[in-house]
């Protein structure tokens, strides 16, 4: 049985090439103590370390619009 529904999240294939293609970059946070990445995907500007968010869709998220976050919603009928 198929999921009902999909979280909308950087690290799906489309939304990724959505962000990148917008000037985004898509990759978890780095740790300020080892260098690391630690965490799940997240949403970034090409050369600054903002917003970090951790979703691909948002509502009212300027800096991240700006690199292809969107606010359209995914709806499915079955």
Same mark, same amino acid.
């Given at each position: ?6 979280? &909308? ?8 090439? =959505?962000?990148?293609? !917008?000037?985004?970059? %898509?990759?978890? #946070?780095?740790? &300020? ?8 995907? =997240?949403?970034?500007? !090409?050369?600054?370390? %903002?917003?970090? #968010? ?19 919603? %995914?709806?499915?009928?079955?």
């Amino acid at each position: 049985m198929a999921a009902l529904t999909e979280d &909308q999240k950087p690290d799906d294939m489309e939304e990724m090439k =959505r962000i990148v293609n !917008a000037g985004g970059r %898509v990759q978890p #946070l780095k740790s &300020q103590i080892n260098g690391k990445f630690c965490g799940p995907n =997240r949403v970034w500007l !090409a050369k600054e370390d %903002v917003p970090g #968010l951790a979703m691909s869709r948002s509502l009212g998220d300027y800096v991240a619009h700006s690199v292809g976050v969107i606010a359209e919603l %995914v709806v499915r009928e079955y």
